[in-house]
């Protein structure tokens, strides 16, 4: 990961250096709120996309520094999520107002617009990482639908399952080995995990905030940030924070949910991480180190970014006890502020 982009609330991105936090550019083109923005492509790393309100998909080129295609919704509806993936990795997914639209990767071609399946705005698309022909969408109207992009995609043909959440999903995620797992967020701050294969809940955490709250011993945990899989240890870590900045990183036990399908139980475990001092508002995102996902890497100590709504970007190192610490800027001006080192309290792994 040799770039680091955030979305404002101007509208704008701008990139940084991962490891050293060294502002790199910004670009400009969205005229409403930027929902989605990520590098899709890993064998592109240099390609970046981004979602917005205004109803495109804007592809950037890093190397070039501007912007190289654009993708277009339907009457120009606003776009929340989107990804990469297909049989041949050309098929691009977003999710948008109670539809999910599909275009040729290589040459921008809207493929499909399916407007059945969902009800609600669709907050997140994701294809299986190994499985690539297989998209995952969710969305407020409390489904996930699994759709297989081989087949002819419309709104009859190619839907594989349909998975009854119960109540408007946020965020979704792929977990375990094989990826044969989901985690699943809501807007109301519940997670539940579920078998892939089956389509069945493995585990359903409608209390997680209390059961976080217990278990790191700080004020209580407010809301729900995102769950990261290790999988070269095979373990699932939900994200939570508080409103006053502070960020926990807390073991989820899963597998002793399929040894009794019919309680539907796991376990919130003691809090692994702390990450506090850097923010002094809600943390609405963390970008992990490569090496933290089971990638080695030779920036030995650094552990994650968080971005914040106090308009703060913090990178966050571990190492020895006395030196781990977090060093933060201020996203909102074009030269980084360098803020008082804090401290990491507990590395997760």
Not at 164 to 172: A, C, E, F
Not at 218 to 223: A, E, G, H, K, R
Not at 266 to 291: F, K, Q
Request: hydrophobic fraction near 35%; glycine fraction near 8%; charge should be negative.
């Amino acid at each position: 990961m040799s770039v680091m982009a955030v979305s404002l609330s101007t509208n704008a991105l701008k990139l940084y250096s991962p490891m050293t936090g060294q502002f790199l550019g910004d670009y400009r083109g969205h005229t409403e709120r930027i929902n989605d923005v990520s590098f899709p492509d890993s064998g592109l790393p240099h390609v970046l996309c981004s979602a917005s309100s205004d109803g495109t998909i804007r592809v950037w080129d890093t190397r070039l520094g501007k912007q190289v295609s654009l993708m277009r919704s339907h009457q120009s509806s606003e776009l929340f999520s989107f990804d990469c993936g297909g049989s041949s990795s050309s098929l691009f997914a977003a999710g948008g107002k109670a539809k999910v639209l599909f275009w040729d990767w290589r040459t921008q071609r809207e493929l499909a617009c399916l407007e059945e399946c969902h009800t609600e705005d669709v907050t997140q698309v994701c294809f299986h990482p190994s499985r690539r022909e297989k998209l995952v969408s969710a969305s407020v109207d409390g489904l996930m639908c699994v759709f297989d992009t081989l087949a002819e995609i419309n709104d009859d043909e190619g839907m594989d399952m349909v998975m009854g959440v119960g109540t408007s999903v946020g965020k979704l995620g792929f977990f375990g080995q094989s990826h044969a797992s989901l985690w699943c967020l809501t807007h109301i701050e519940t997670l539940s995990l579920w078998d892939f294969e089956e389509g069945t809940r493995m585990a359903d955490f409608t209390d997680a905030r209390m059961k976080a709250s217990a278990n790191w011993g700080l004020t209580s945990v407010d809301y729900l940030i995102s769950c990261q899989y290790a999988p070269f240890v095979d373990r699932l870590w939900l994200i939570a924070g508080s409103n006053s900045g502070s960020v926990g990183y807390f073991p989820v036990s899963h597998s002793d949910c399929r040894s009794n399908a019919s309680e539907k139980t796991g376990m919130i475990r003691p809090v692994s991480a702390v990450l506090e001092g850097g923010h002094t508002d809600i943390v609405r995102s963390v970008c992990s180190a490569p090496y933290q996902q089971g990638i080695p890497d030779d920036h030995e100590g650094f552990f994650c970014w968080t971005g914040g709504e106090d308009g703060r970007l913090c990178s966050w190192s571990k190492g020895d006890r006395d030196s781990e610490r977090s060093l933060a800027w201020a996203s909102k001006s074009l030269v980084m502020r360098r803020e008082p080192h804090k401290k990491l309290r507990k590395k997760p792994y």
